[in-house]
């Protein structure tokens, strides 16, 4: 005779991802990739970070949220963390804020390393430009589970979300994610067919802290 038990699979220490769409941002787009652009030429050498220079992939100065060429962008990454604040249950004394904002353009053939973003909190992309098969953006496991025995799963099935040891997204114009800071995550290589500018995988990352609002 079978034993009557009650049985509850509980779940605890979800990792987080807030995806926001824009549904018309081919204005805001323009406006972005042109002053992306003018800020290359400005600096065409960049700076060095999950980026691979070498293969042509530009990453830009950290600090593109103090200039109000990025006004509407900035505006808008605030009015996502407002609701991200208040789907966590923030405290209202503070307002998640951008520290450091940067742009990344990979070419074809340029992809980014697996990386985290050390001193913050959140941490976000927008996407600028993103042409067919330009690299998906792959969040990897964080917990040491990965470093233990594997489970085996069903063949030929596909497993529950909860058992992933990866997720990956599509980069679409128009799309932001925020993820946690500490979340490892890299680029596949750009395989776009595209020519000339067009082939670009044009983006805009950002970390996030928790700030005092002013009295
Ligand atoms: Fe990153």
Redesign the pocket.
Known sequence: MEQDFSFVRRMYFPTMVFQVEVPDPTELNNKLLSNIYSERERDQKGISR?NIPELGGWHSHNDLHKSNDYADLVNLISQATGKMSDNLGYADSHHVRIGTMWSIINPPGSA?RA?V?PGCLW?G?YYIQAPEKCGQIEFIEPRTVHLMNQAKFQPNKKRNKENWTKVRFTPKAGRMLIFPSWLY?AVDPNLTTEKGDAANRVII?FNLNQVKKPK
Do not use: E, L
């Open positions: 999950s980014n990386h973003h941490s992309v995550h990352s």
